[in-house]
């Protein structure tokens, strides 16, 4: 048993390290800077979401990280007894379960398919060698927009996460 939950923190640690950082540079920095760069700052996004495995990497440390954290809390809450999550140390990690499960949920339902959109998109586009068409340049735009919206709630959402599963080890049990 000792063997599986460092294993399991071991990944959960890992995997959230990846996710939460990778969402807050990417959010922080890289979008803001895309943005203010036009077409270049879009021609790069369209090759780093087409080439680089980022989104597909980001995907699975969240949904691996969701799964060893929630079977973690299995095992240290003894089946999710209520009484684990009633004051201190599994007060937090409760909380800090729902914020990183909506987290989780938010990245696939606001980002994840807009991602997969402009993707394609852009991917039609540079083939065609043509100027977006006015139905396009709008769709890509609502695309984007739900992207950073995404980014920033997901983001948020980590932090409260890594505060709330930091802040745990040191509470009461």
């Known amino acids: 048993m000792v063997s599986l939950l460092i294993l399991l923190r071991v990944i959960h640690i890992l995997t959230g390290t990846f996710w939460a950082g990778g969402s807050f540079v990417m959010t922080g920095y890289v979008e803001p800077t895309v943005r203010a760069a036009g077409d ?20 699975a440390a969240a949904g691996s990280n969701v799964v060893a954290g929630l079977w973690l809390l299995w095992i240290v809450s003894d089946g999710y007894r209520p009484a684990f999550f009633e004051a201190g140390r599994g007060l937090a990690l409760g909380l800090g379960m729902l914020t990183g499960i909506a987290a989780f949920v938010v990245g696939f339902a ?10 394609a998109l852009g991917q039609a586009l540079a ?9 396009q340049a ?4 609502k695309h984007n927009e739900r992207v950073r919206l995404g980014g920033w709630i997901v983001s948020a959402l980590l932090l409260l996460t890594v505060g709330l ?3 745990a080890r040191y509470l009461p049990s």
Do not use: H
């Open 165 to 167: 599963m930091a802040a």
């Open 40 to 59: 270049d700052g879009r021609r790069f996004m369209q090759r780093l979401g087409a080439t680089s495995g980022f989104s597909r990497a980001m995907a």
């Open 127 to 135: 083939a065609s060698g043509k100027p977006p068409s006015p139905e």
């Open 110 to 119: 606001l980002q994840n398919r807009s991602i997969r959109r402009m993707t």
């Open 138 to 141: 709008a769709e890509m735009a």
